[in-house]
């Protein structure tokens, strides 16, 4: 059975860090990628990152803030998230494709995803 388990969300003031994880169980993949969902917006693509992290992706809203990178000895995928704004709070959630090769903005290219963890920035 395959998973994504994500954790390290919270609630942390303007300004902090937090590391997100994403740890997946039963295959491995081509490629894997963060989204977030804010309340009443569509769940847009922040990062992502094929299989050998020759290819990455940053949305120019997370761009030099957030670092996306993978243990692919745990099969494990990181979010690390600096200087956190209000604007970042949202679910996060990860997701995973078994055969698209790169890291695509659209959610039906991504077979697997993460049950998503809060992530809440205050002011």
């Known amino acids: 059975q395959v998973q994504l388990i994500e954790s390290g969300g919270g609630l942390v003031q303007a300004g902090d860090s937090l590391r997100l994880s994403c740890a997946a169980s039963g295959r491995t993949f081509t490629a894997m990628a963060w989204f977030r969902q804010a309340p009443g917006k569509e769940r847009e693509l922040l990062a992502g990152l094929n299989w050998s992290a020759s290819v990455t992706y940053y949305a120019d809203s997370v761009k030099g803030r957030f670092t996306v990178s993978r243990d692919n000895a745990k099969n494990t995928m990181y979010l690390q998230m600096n200087s956190l704004k209000p604007e970042d709070t949202a679910v996060y959630y990860c997701?995973?494709?078994?055969?698209?090769?790169?890291?695509?903005?659209?959610?039906?290219?991504?077979?697997?995803w993460g049950q998503g963890t809060q992530v809440t920035v205050s002011s």
């Open positions: 997701a995973a494709s078994k055969n698209y090769p790169g890291i695509s903005y659209h959610v039906s290219e991504y077979d697997y």
